[in-house]
Structure formats: structure tokens, C-alpha cells
DNA sequence: CAGACAATAT
DNA sequence: TATATTGTCT
């Protein structure tokens, strides 16, 4: 059962990760020595794109789903900040001591949260604005890179693309015998209501239209970006962790899993020719009370891949 | 350089 | 599988 798209909008910011999130999930869940392992630190000479790692104790939230997707939330740890953050510098100007050259940022998890947040910064841009690097400014979402944007659009655009021959021909349609690839890409974005004039471009909306969107402002900017490391297992390649005290979403035995983290701080400076409006408030990009489960249903796959975060106080509007 | 898109890689 | 990366063209 579908809901009804018809007032999705109205509500649009109210989704949003709401402002009140600006916490813990800092909380990173990398084990001191995997950290290391990884050699975590500026990652390229980009101008942009920072990581960070924390170290904390991890106070986060200890178990808060499981299966049922209860939905309390446990306890919100809540520590004030604590966080030492590393000033990072940009690697503009200076570089050329690192080795680091091959680090590759965590895969991105598009959660459906996240892929709102996406469908919203390209329905306010409108179709021939949406290009990755101004969707990824709009979203504003810490540690999303143009390029995850890029593979992101690449993918939603096909899916559009899908769901018009579908509605259109519907009958004669032979041209696109759906592969499973596809089927399975399109849950996360049946996720997210898709504006009409994406199927329909030069068709308003039935009672339905745009609003100019309000930036909500805020006087803070520093949020998380929802990020989830893959651990990537060569085939031979086993590392050890010990973890502390990290035990929570029923971690698997023997599981091997990671939380990655990436944060950016805004550049702060947007050298953009226009001046694009954010919208919503900060961003983070996570999922209250959400979580991904492993999707480890591949046997004999190895991979596995968590992510999920607690946010604390579930947003309101 | 940035974008679209297909193919390929992990 | 989902996302990343690469290559080519515009």
C-alpha cells in the first residue's frame, strides 16, 4: 500500500533530520586499531572533503533495535560534547607527505532518509538544475561528495526513467524487461515520494504545486554526515578487532563491521556563481531510530555492512 | 572543469 | 547488492 503522495510536501521539512540531531553520532565505532589500521587522516588534496575520527569511549546507545524496530529510544547517552576535534587541514597547499593516496572515503549507505534528502534538493532545483554539484550543495549533507551524488543521480535518473516508459507505454512496452538489479535498486527509492513532474516534466501537479521552501536557519552548522564503512575483506586479508565496548545492534558473531564517519565541516565558502539557498535545516544525513540491517544475506559473501544510528531524541517538529 | 552515461570494478 | 570508479563524449 502506497501512501498518498499528495501532501508529502507540506511536510517535507518536517522529515528532515531534525536540528535537534546534532549529536553523538559522532561517536565513531572504529576500533582504536582499525583506525589506525586505516591510517584515517587527510584523505587527498581535494579542497574539500575532510574525515575525522574520534576516539571516544563509546557511549552510544547500546542495543535499540533488534528486530522489532521498537522504536524507544533507549538512552540518549547524550554527553555533552567531549569531542576533541582534530583541526584538520585542508590538503590544498599543502601535501605531498602523505602516503596516504589510496585511502578511499566509506562507501556511502544511501538510507532512505538520505535519498529524500536528495530527491527533495532536486525537486527544489528543478530538472535542469539538478546536477551533482548542486545537489550536493542544497543537501548540504556533511562527507557527501559530488561524486556519490553523481552515481546517485545516475542511478535515480534510470529509475525515472523506468517508472515512465512503465506509466506511459504500458501496454506495448517491450523495450525494458526488468532485471533484478533493478528491482532491488528500487526499494530505496520507492522510499522517497517522487514529485510528479519528474515523470511528467511539463505537467503540473493536480492541486498540488510547489512551494518556494523555506530555509530554516540555524545557528548551527556542524552536523554529521551518515556514513557507513564497508569493511572491505581482501580474501585473505583478516584483521582482528577488539572491541570495546562496542556491542550493540546484535552484532553477529564474528562479524566483522565498522562504523565509518565522515564528517565536513562546510568549506565555508561557496564560491558558487549563485547563491543557493539550503534547504531544510542542517543537515545530517542519518536515520532516527533507523537501521539498516546487515544486508549480509549473501552466503559465503563476507561482506557485511552495518549502519545505523541512534539518534537520540526523535525529531518533532 | 563539470556533466551524462555506459561499462566495469569492488 | 549497492555503490564506486573509470572512460568517453559533450
Redo the contacts with the bound molecule.
Sequence with gaps: MREEEANWFPRWEEELPSPEELMPLSQTLITPDLALAFDIRNPNSSPQQQQQQNQSPIPISPGQLGGGGGGSIPSPPSQPHSSEFESAELGSGNLGDEPARTL??P????TPQLHKRFVDAVAHLGIKN?????IMQLMSVDGLT???V??????Y??YLKRMQGLSAGGAGNGGGPLS??DA??D??FASAPVPHHFLHPGRPAPGDHYLPFVPVLHHQQQMAAAAVIAA?QQQQQQQQYHHRQVGQFGSPPGGQFEHGFLTRQLPSQQPPPQPIHRIGGPVSAQTPNYVEDL?SA?AGGGRKVLTLFPTGPEFQA
Excluded at 562507501?107 to 544511501?110: H, I, K, S, T
Excluded at 539538478?130 to 548542486?134: D, E, Q
Design positions: 578511499k572515503r562507501r556511502l549507505v544511501w539538478a546536477v551533482p554539484k548542486t559530488r561524486e556519490n553523481a552515481s546517485h543521480l545516475q542511478k535518473r534510470l533484478a538489479a532491488a535498486t526499494h530505496l572491505q544486508g549473501t
